[in-house]
């Protein structure tokens, strides 16, 4: 039986035909041909008992019969799931991580395999703790439960750590889960998948809690936000893919794109805001959406910052460098209406290492190299666009004032991240207003907003579009009220 719910077939055809064409792969390409570039060939499963489908009707049926499974074995099994999935995620973090390296082809594996060791910060069950009042007219009681079945779209910058914290979120909450991964990282989450499925069915009975179709196209895109059986979607992705879900007619949590704009302050310490500043832009190539894409240093403190990230290892690139490099990256293209020029990023470029980068730019860095800067003006493809390149503009601000101004412009509205250095809470304020970011970090790497040498929790899934953050296992719930109307109370 089929949904109601209208969905707009133009719109979801032109998003995900363009999320595959950014991979150099068509709906229905066989996977392993040269003229689109395939990472190598899709395997067809049907139904194999370990989650794996190729039609998104059977894993959303399958998901909706583990759900009721999981349901009868209570918060107990939900528990043994969460830890599952931490244990395996972190015995199986070299492998995995050379296989998501291996297909995608983008960031670094020492990064990789810590996003995988780090999967045991995710909240669980824990976090699902119930609120109660009692009063002269009774008792109120406020639960949060399941949904059932969510359908859940994950991207190639962090296919299995986005898979894993995900299942541990969303069955924390009781629900099970159907995934449509990046086409180009898609065969490494169906290998956790089908580890995470084999041993929840030694230790629990249930079958497929965890589903994943395979190979994720744009009909098994549209099915999954057709099945009945899903109650809610989590997108995390670009702002085309969260745009399509958002207009499903379904609960759409969407974790969408970020520019963060970092503000260094004229009372900064140079040195330690360049060593936080390399450890988040350099971090996995600069693939986190929360990482540091690009610097507004006042003018006071612009040549000392640069200074301070060549001794910290960052390399600085001449104008005629930049200039070079600018020209690999990006293609200028005017729009259709004949307006602005607009930047198209070079995919080929995305998430490789530094010393790629250099080599594009006609430079020869030191061995080791992890991150690229130069400095720039305001209006620079590089502060733009979100890149996530390790390569880092620096734009001058005549003072901290100019430079929010000009961080809110580059942060394009998203409210996703923002950084500053400063000691000065009249900025960090300031700061705080004008933005209005999801994320706001002051005096650490981007990472410390996630938990990650700051205080907090993890989450590979921020949802800024909608409204619910950093994602935790309520997130995935409803909220449900029971009411006892009496004289109850002793005293």
Same mark, same amino acid.
């Given at each position: 039986?089929?949904?109601?719910?209208?969905?707009?077939?133009?719109?979801?055809?032109?998003?995900?035909?363009?999320?595959?064409?950014?991979?150099?792969?068509?709906?229905?390409?066989?996977?392993?041909?040269?003229?689109?570039?395939?990472?190598?060939?899709?395997?067809?499963?049907?139904?194999?008992?370990?989650?794996?489908?190729?039609?998104?009707?059977?894993?959303?049926?399958?998901?909706?019969? !583990?759900?009721?499974?999981?349901?009868?074995?209570?918060?107990?099994?939900?528990?043994?799931?969460?830890?599952?999935?931490?244990?395996?995620?972190?015995?199986?973090?070299?492998?995995?991580?050379?296989?998501?390296?291996?297909?995608?082809?983008?960031?670094?594996?020492?990064?990789?395999?810590?996003?995988?060791?780090?999967?045991?910060?995710?909240?669980?069950?824990?976090?699902?703790?119930?609120?109660?009042?009692?009063?002269?007219?009774?008792?109120?009681?406020?639960?949060?439960?399941?949904?059932?079945?969510?359908?859940?779209?994950?991207?190639?910058?962090?296919?299995?750590?986005?898979?894993?914290?995900?299942?541990?979120?969303?069955?924390?909450?009781?629900?099970?889960?159907?995934?449509?991964?990046?086409?180009?990282?898609?065969?490494?989450?169906?290998?956790?998948?089908?580890?995470?499925?084999?041993?929840?069915?030694?230790?629990?009975?249930?079958?497929?809690?965890?589903?994943?179709?395979?190979?994720?196209?744009?009909?098994?895109?549209?099915?999954?936000?057709?099945?009945?059986?899903?109650?809610? *979607?989590?997108?995390?992705?670009?702002?085309?893919?969260?745009?399509?879900?958002?207009? *499903?007619?379904?609960?759409?949590?969407?974790?969408?794109?970020?520019?963060?704009?970092?503000?260094?302050?004229?009372?900064?310490?140079?040195?330690?805001?360049?060593?936080?500043?390399?450890?988040?832009?350099?971090?996995?190539?600069?693939?986190?959406?929360?990482?540091?894409?690009?610097?507004?240093?006042?003018?006071?403190?612009?040549?000392?910052?640069?200074?301070?990230?060549?001794?910290?290892?960052?390399?600085?690139?001449?104008?005629?460098?930049?200039?070079?490099?600018?020209?690999?990256?990006?293609?200028?293209?005017?729009?259709?209406?004949?307006?602005?020029?607009?930047?198209?990023?070079?995919?080929?470029?995305?998430?490789?290492?530094?010393?790629?980068?250099?080599?594009?730019?006609?430079?020869?860095?030191? !061995?080791?190299?992890?991150?690229?800067?130069?400095?720039?003006?305001?209006?620079?493809?590089?502060?733009?666009?979100?890149?996530?390149?390790?390569?880092?503009?620096?734009?001058?601000?005549?003072?901290?004032?100019?430079?929010?101004?000009?961080?809110?412009?580059?942060?394009?509205?998203?409210?996703?991240?923002?950084?500053?250095?400063?000691?000065?809470?009249?900025?960090?304020?300031?700061?705080?207003?004008?933005?209005?970011?999801?994320?706001? *970090?002051?005096?650490?790497?981007?990472?410390?907003?996630?938990?990650?040498?700051?205080?907090?929790?993890?989450?590979?899934?921020?949802?800024?579009?909608?409204?619910?953050?950093?994602?935790?296992?309520?997130?995935?719930?409803?909220?449900?009220?029971?009411?006892?109307?009496?004289?109850?109370?002793?005293?």
């Amino acid at each position: 039986m089929q949904s109601s719910v209208a969905i707009d077939e133009s719109l979801v055809r032109e998003v995900v035909s363009e999320v595959l064409s950014q991979l150099g792969r068509k709906s229905g390409c066989p996977g392993n041909c040269s003229e689109h570039k395939c990472a190598g060939p899709v395997l067809l499963r049907r139904g194999r008992g370990l989650g794996i489908f190729e039609d998104p009707a059977e894993a959303c049926e399958a998901a909706a019969q !583990a759900f009721l499974k999981l349901q009868e074995q209570g918060v107990a099994a939900r528990a043994k799931v969460v830890e599952i999935v931490k244990t395996l995620a972190v015995k199986n973090q070299v492998e995995w991580a050379k296989l998501e390296l291996a297909e995608t082809k983008i960031g670094r594996l020492d990064h990789k395999i810590e996003k995988l060791d780090i999967i045991k910060q995710v909240p669980g069950v824990e976090f699902i703790y119930p609120w109660a009042r009692s009063g002269d007219h009774g008792i109120t009681h406020e639960e949060y439960t399941p949904f059932g079945v969510i359908a859940a779209v994950t991207p190639s910058t962090h296919s299995i750590p986005t898979v894993s914290g995900n299942i541990i979120n969303m069955v924390a909450a009781g629900n099970a889960v159907v995934f449509n991964a990046h086409p180009n990282a898609a065969q490494c989450a169906v290998k956790a998948v089908e580890t995470y499925n084999e041993a929840i069915r030694a230790e629990l009975g249930i079958e497929n809690l965890v589903c994943m179709v395979d190979p994720p196209t744009l009909e098994s895109f549209q099915g999954m936000c057709k099945n009945d059986h899903v109650r809610l *979607i989590c997108v995390t992705g670009g702002e085309g893919v969260v745009k399509a879900a958002m207009g *499903i007619g379904k609960r759409a949590i969407c974790a969408g794109p970020g520019n963060p704009p970092v503000v260094v302050a004229e009372d900064a310490d140079p040195d330690s805001a360049a060593k936080k500043i390399i450890q988040g832009a350099a971090y996995d190539n600069n693939l986190l959406c929360v990482g540091e894409k690009e610097v507004f240093a006042v003018e006071s403190k612009a040549d000392a910052l640069m200074a301070a990230l060549e001794r910290n290892g960052a390399y600085r690139l001449s104008s005629s460098q930049l200039e070079r490099l600018t020209a690999a990256a990006f293609t200028i293209e005017k729009d259709r209406a004949g307006g602005c020029a607009r930047a198209i990023v070079n995919r080929d470029l995305l998430g490789r290492d530094a010393e790629v980068l250099a080599k594009a730019a006609g430079a020869q860095v030191p !061995a080791g190299t992890q991150l690229l800067f130069a400095e720039t003006g305001p209006d620079h493809p590089f502060v733009k666009e979100e890149q996530m390149m390790p390569f880092l503009p620096v734009t001058r601000s005549r003072d901290v004032h100019e430079a929010i101004r000009a961080a809110k412009v580059a942060e394009h509205n998203y409210r996703h991240t923002s950084i500053i250095h400063t000691q000065n809470v009249g900025y960090m304020t300031e700061m705080a207003r004008a933005l209005d970011t999801t994320l706001f *970090i002051k005096n650490g790497p981007c990472m410390a907003g996630l938990g990650i040498g700051g205080e907090g929790y993890l989450s590979y899934t921020i949802a800024t579009p909608t409204g619910e953050g950093v994602s935790n296992p309520k997130t995935f719930t409803r909220v449900r009220r029971c009411v006892m109307v009496d004289n109850l109370r002793i005293y």
